[in-house]
């Protein structure tokens, strides 16, 4: 199965599943980290991304403040609600910030150029995320991971432990969980 067909399955799914159970709240995966998360939960914070606007190379295991994952696509109003709500929260508080293309067909350049469009490139990393972490994410947090009408943010903390905040939230409800969850 290609790249394009797999990520339009997990939309369709993860839409789905969101339509069906309303919102879903915070799932914690703090247990997932104390008994040792599997290989795929973990191997999406390990794995090498090159953020498209600057061409730097990093793993979100090796940040040292807490990150903000925001799995989005360009096509998408609502992640760019989200973006923007992030952006404004970055601009308050230190976290590193990644921006995960997840969108279908959408490539690097399509990606470098949203980002500067829309002023995002001087505080977000943004990538295009392989199949390897799309597949983590999954793994983790289910099909909603990389839905990009669902607009997740994951906070993943100095520790190495993830947690999936609300979707579509305020500022302030980002970081109070950011707070919360990785203090």
């Not at 090159?50 to 990150?67: G, H, M, N, W, Y």
């Not at 607009?151 to 947690?163: K, L, M, T, W």
């Amino acid at each position: 199965m290609n790249r394009q067909t797999r990520r339009k399955i997990l939309a369709v799914v993860g839409s789905s599943i969101g339509g069906l159970a309303g919102c879903l709240g915070s799932r914690d995966t703090t247990e997932n980290a104390e008994s040792g998360a599997s290989d795929a939960e973990s191997g999406w914070r390990s794995t090498t991304l090159t953020d498209v606007t600057t061409d730097t190379q990093f793993s979100i295991s090796e940040l040292e403040r807490p990150a903000l994952v925001h799995p989005f696509a360009i096509w998408c109003s609502i992640c760019k609600n989200q973006n923007e709500r992030i952006d404004a929260l970055q601009q308050q508080a230190d976290y590193h910030v990644i921006q995960m293309n997840v969108g279908e067909s959408e490539n690097r350049e399509a990606v470098a150029q949203y980002a500067s469009e829309n002023g995002y490139a001087s505080h977000s990393r943004f990538v295009v995320v392989p199949n390897s972490v799309a597949d983590g994410l999954v793994d983790e947090f289910g099909p909603t991971a990389v839905s990009p009408p669902q607009s997740p943010v994951i906070a993943v903390c100095p520790d190495g432990s993830a947690h999936e905040i609300n979707k579509i939230a305020a500022p302030e409800t980002i970081k109070s969980a950011v707070k919360t969850n990785c203090e």
